[in-house]
């Protein structure tokens, strides 16, 4: 699909191509800080850099299952989102499925209905697409996780994250499914 302008909340969704990486590494690093630095017993460098460096975004945007948006507000970058195709919520190939893997919004632009907006571009797009099944995972811990029931999501898993450098109260995940 092609980008999106809503133009009652002044919220664009562009699709991100290899001319995109620098803006992208800026807007993901700092929406990530802003919202999950305190959950890292250190740093959130490692994170970082495994998930928002330059040479993460050149790899990602290569394959042709992996799709990221930039999320404007007012015409200002305020957010990233990235989308992997034909994966199922049990990690295995699934022509019918698509995962919102990452969506950050810097928080200046919280309540902005910013990740309203996307996920509703994201559930057309799965429409478009003939996708059945969109799903998600997130911290327990999260007010995020409130947002998706809200809109539709179904918890179907829980399980916990790996990383040494994560605070132990932050390691439970939930997975997340809506039917479209």
């Given amino acids: 699909m092609e980008s999106i302008n809503h133009s009652a909340t002044h919220?664009?969704?562009?699709?991100?191509?290899?001319a995109d990486i620098s803006l992208m590494v800026e807007v993901g690093q700092k929406a990530y800080?802003?919202?999950?630095?305190?959950?890292?017993?250190?740093?959130?460098?490692f994170y970082i850099k495994r998930s928002f460096s330059e040479a993460v975004f050149t790899k990602e945007l290569e394959k042709e299952s992996v799709a990221y948006y930039l999320l404007y507000y007012h015409q200002i970058p305020a957010g990233i989102c990235k989308v992997n195709f034909n994966k199922?919520?049990?990690?295995?190939?699934?022509?019918?499925?698509?995962?919102?893997?990452?969506?950050?919004?810097?928080?200046k632009y919280a309540g902005k209905q910013i990740g309203q907006q996307t996920l509703h571009y994201l559930i057309k797009l799965a429409g478009?697409?003939?996708?059945?099944?969109?799903?998600?995972?997130v911290?327990?811990?999260?007010?995020?996780?409130?947002?998706?029931?809200?809109?539709?999501?179904?918890?179907?898993?829980?399980?916990?994250?790996?990383?040494a450098e994560l605070k132990d109260e932050y390691r439970k995940m939930v997975t997340m499914v809506l039917e479209v």
Wanted: hydrophobic share 30%; net charge negative; aromatic share 16%.
């Fill in 33 to 45: 800080t802003d919202h999950y630095s305190h959950v890292w017993k250190n740093e959130t460098d």
């Fill in 139 to 163: 911290m327990t811990t999260s007010r995020a996780l409130d947002f998706y029931k809200k809109q539709g999501f179904t918890p179907v898993n829980y399980w916990y994250l790996d990383f």
């Fill in 88 to 107: 199922g919520p049990d990690g295995t190939p699934d022509a019918n499925a698509m995962e919102l893997e990452k969506i950050y919004i810097q928080k």
């Fill in 11 to 18: 919220i664009t969704i562009k699709p991100c191509t290899l």
């Fill in 128 to 137: 478009s697409r003939q996708i059945t099944t969109f799903w998600l995972s």
